[in-house]
């Protein structure tokens, strides 16, 4: 069982930058592939970023370039370091865990992104 907390979302100006945190509790944090979701009203949850337990980080085109996800295994924590953002980054952030079996699959209760001036 893996439990995940997301924290750091907020309101913030285009241009300006933000950093999302994933901070997990359960056992075999290590082995789980962690993704960063965003949902936006009245649009699909899309995938952002995610980063395997061999440290392999993979984005989505829009955000190539701008965000970026790393984990610090001491804390059980993944970040997803978002710069340059626009007002289309403007959505809610999820966090997931996948682990090595279909079950083991976790999602975090959300933090919220608006980018506004």
């Known amino acids: 069982q893996v439990q995940l907390v997301e924290s750091g979302g907020g309101l913030v100006q285009p241009g300006g930058s933000l950093r999302l945190s994933c901070a997990a509790s359960?056992?075999?944090?290590?082995?789980?592939?962690i993704d960063w979701y965003r949902q936006a009203p009245g649009k699909q949850r899309e995938l952002v970023a995610s980063?395997?337990?061999?440290?392999?980080?993979n984005y989505a085109d829009s955000v190539k370039g701008r965000f970026s996800i790393s984990r610090e295994y001491a804390k059980n924590t993944v970040y997803l370091q978002m710069n340059s953002l626009k007002p289309e980054d403007t959505a809610a952030y999820y966090c997931?865990?996948?682990?090595?079996?279909?079950?083991?699959?976790?999602w975090g209760q959300g933090t919220q992104v608006t980018v506004s001036s």
């Open positions: 997931r865990a996948r682990g090595p079996r279909l079950e083991d699959d976790y």
């Open positions: 359960g056992s075999m944090f290590s082995v789980y592939t």
């Open positions: 980063i395997t337990s061999a440290y392999r980080p």
